[in-house]
């Protein structure tokens, strides 16, 4: 089962995360991040947080073991647009959008072998005399 991790309303552009997000689809998550450390966009600090959650998320919910970690999937959509309007000559205003993105990231690996619990024998106590 994957394990997914999802941010929403990243004030980005799609298009400028789409690039970033393509860098890392397909490997590993301790690659990805090294990549995205060394990547100098403005766009790699969401999209490392997204990842760090869903390796936060495979470990802490679901008990998957950090190190095997793959992302499996990366996906950036639109998300709402924030409506401005930027000051023209004559007095006039131009009209603007700011772009939002969702970013979605799915990872998956090896699962943590549970403990089973042992069974514990009735503690006898000692009566004292």
Do not use: C, W
């Not at 939002?100 to 090896?110: A, C, N, Q, Y």
């Amino acid at each position: 089962m994957a394990v997914q991790a999802i941010a929403k309303g990243v004030r980005m552009s799609p298009r400028k995360v789409a690039v970033v997000a393509a860098l890392v689809r397909g490997r590993s998550v301790a690659d990805a991040l090294t990549i995205l450390d060394h990547t100098p966009r403005r766009t790699a600090l969401p999209v490392s947080k997204v990842i760090k959650s869903a390796q936060a998320n495979a470990d802490h919910n679901h008990g998957y073991k950090p190190a095997t970690l793959q992302i499996t999937e990366i996906s950036v959509t639109s998300g709402p647009r924030i409506k401005r309007y930027r000051p023209a000559a004559h007095g006039r205003a131009l009209p603007f959008q700011r772009r939002t993105s969702h970013i979605r990231v799915v990872v998956d690996g090896e699962k943590r072998e549970v403990k089973k619990p042992t069974t514990a024998k009735p503690v006898v106590k000692k009566e004292e005399a």
